[in-house]
């Protein structure tokens, strides 16, 4: 397309110049402009066509980047949801470990206060001596 252009505005250029009579009058001439102007155009179309490839390319690049981008934040918005649910976890545990104890005390300090507290005491410390650290002189 660019080249049928090139020829037709090049057969224009050649017409004018041999129908006013201006020109070098030589056909070699009107041949040089001809060749000069179909260069031009060819030359124009083929910067035009890199332009727009360039501008093809780039917009790719551009759509990849941008997808990978998304994909990381994507991976990073899962990792930081999987470490809230793992603290999450952390602390629920760790809040049932304290009421378990809490639970434990006062169990303990329910039995000081009735009369099974001394042989509570005696089995607390027959499991020590079994699993071997009564934690003091043994008799």
């Known amino acids: 397309m660019l080249c049928n252009l090139a020829t037709k505005a ?3 250029a ?3 110049g041999a129908q006013s009579g201006r020109g070098t009058g030589s056909e070699g001439g009107s041949d040089k402009t001809f060749e000069m102007v ?13 332009a727009g490839s ?12 941008i997808k990978r981008i998304h994909d990381k934040a994507a991976t ?6 999987a470490d809230v649910a793992r603290v999450e976890g ?16 006062k169990y303990d300090l329910r039995l000081t206060q009735t009369q099974d507290f001394k042989p509570y005491q005696a089995a607390i410390l027959e ?13």
């Open 10 to 12: 090049g057969a224009v």
């Open 14 to 16: 050649w017409t004018r």
């Open 38 to 50: 179909k260069v031009s155009v060819a030359v124009l179309g083929l910067v035009a066509a890199v």
């Open 54 to 65: 360039t501008a093809v390319a780039v917009h790719h690049l551009d759509q990849t980047e």
């Open 76 to 81: 990073d918005v899962a990792q930081a949801k």
């Open 90 to 105: 952390e602390r629920r545990l760790s809040e049932e470990r304290l009421r378990a104890e809490v639970e434990r005390y």
């Open 127 to 139: 499991n020590k001596i079994k699993r071997g650290g009564a934690g003091g002189p043994q008799d």
